[in-house]
């Protein structure tokens, strides 16, 4: 079974960084694309970034320019960045990787880690 597991949330002040991390299990990383998003309490699930399997990113506008992700092929981990933090930030953050065989697609998430930034 594929496994996901967060890690690096916590609680910062506004402005600070924060290094989120995803270590997946059975390479379910290597060849697929990954992302990160995010909660905030009443809202819907976003996207943050996401990473081809080639090494493209992509970035919501609301992060771009502060965040980066990032991959570790070799420790099949994914990673997130996050500077100049703001209280708008504050969600829980969960990865996503993105199996394609044929026409399929099966998405597999993490459990999620808190990020809280405070004003």
């Known amino acids: 079974q594929v496994q996901l597991v967060e890690s690096g949330g916590g609680l910062v002040q506004a402005g600070g960084s924060l290094r989120l991390s995803c270590a997946a299990s059975?390479?379910?990383?290597?060849?697929?694309?990954a992302g990160w998003y995010r909660q905030a309490p009443g809202k819907q699930r976003e996207l943050v970034a996401i990473i081809t399997s080639g090494g493209g990113t992509n970035y919501a506008d609301s992060v771009k320019g502060r965040f980066t992700i990032s991959r570790d092929n070799v420790k099949d981990t994914v990673y997130l960045q996050m500077n100049s933090l703001k209280p708008e930030d504050t969600a829980v953050y969960y990865c996503?990787?993105?199996?394609?065989?044929?026409?399929?697609?099966?998405?597999?998430w993490g459990q999620g880690t808190q990020v809280t930034v405070s004003s």
């Open positions: 996503k990787a993105r199996r394609t065989v044929a026409l399929n697609i099966f998405d597999y």
């Open positions: 059975r390479n379910i990383f290597r060849g697929n694309a």
